[in-house]
């Protein structure tokens, strides 16, 4: 594979990177250029810092200041005549990652965007094709890390708005799914700030999807669950209903819950659920470091832990994890 050495980065590394990743590069960036943006990427796979780099073994060199400047030709004459004069917010989900499943109205979106408010799991090789001139604002949440308050975000949507810009806010999945993307709606409602919404593929399909589990199989299930495991069972935040969901005969996914895993495991087993249960935890979905263990459930956690999965990542459990005999870890 062609190795790209990418240099003088900011905050919109990422978008670089993708857009490079996608032209079929690797890439490596300076280790005295390393950021937590850049940390994260690499902790994803993605790039690789790298001491005291030659630029002469590379195949291409890229500023990553300059390089979003221009890189889409296409999108130099995109639908201006559409622009709302008084501003509006477009809240667009991205889809898991892979930029070939955005949806054709949101890379439309992003295309005749003045502002594009983006998050890290947003497929952020589409941001190629937005305008030259466009603002681009990387407003990510690094787990356990560097992050972008909510409240920040909101005010940031109406203010370009209220500037008179078409503002797109592009995130991964779908905004009305553990998006905020409510959130962000209504802050514009009370300001006054027209809002339209272009649902995206929701990570809690796809990604199993990607990984081969089906997430309803005739003889297996008949629905699924999809439920948030950012806060453990017991804790007074949780609001799941974690014996219903044991005892319910669906299959539960779980999103943003790899650092609650074992409570999770345990908790569903208490209330009845096989530890023999078949469970899966895929990481990064849709991205080429996508991966993935099956385990019984029981032996989840651990399994996670050995295979060094961190988020981004899904958990299926149910027997439509190896309904297929794809997903074999």
Known sequence: MKQALVHRTDERVGVVVADLAERGFRVDVPTQERSAVTEDLAARGQLTHVEEPDPFAYALVVDASAHLKGVAPDARSSGSSARNATGAVVLVGGGPGDPGLLTVAGLEAVKQADVVVYDRLAPLASLAHARPDAELVNVGKIPRGEFTPQETINALLVERAREGKQVVRLKGGDNFVFGRGGEEWLACADAGVPVMLVPGVTSAVAVPALAGIPLTHRSLTQGFSVVSGHVPPGDPRCTVDWRSLATGGLTIVVL??????????????????????????????????QRHVVTPLADLADAVARGGLEPPAITVIGDVVTALGGADG
Not at 280 to 287: L, N, P, Y
């Open 256 to 289: 943003m819950g790899v650092a609650n895993l074992r409570a999770i495991a345990g908790e569903l087993q208490r209330h009845g659920l096989a530890p023999t249960t078949p469970a899966a935890c895929i990481a990064d979905g849709a991205t080429p470091t």
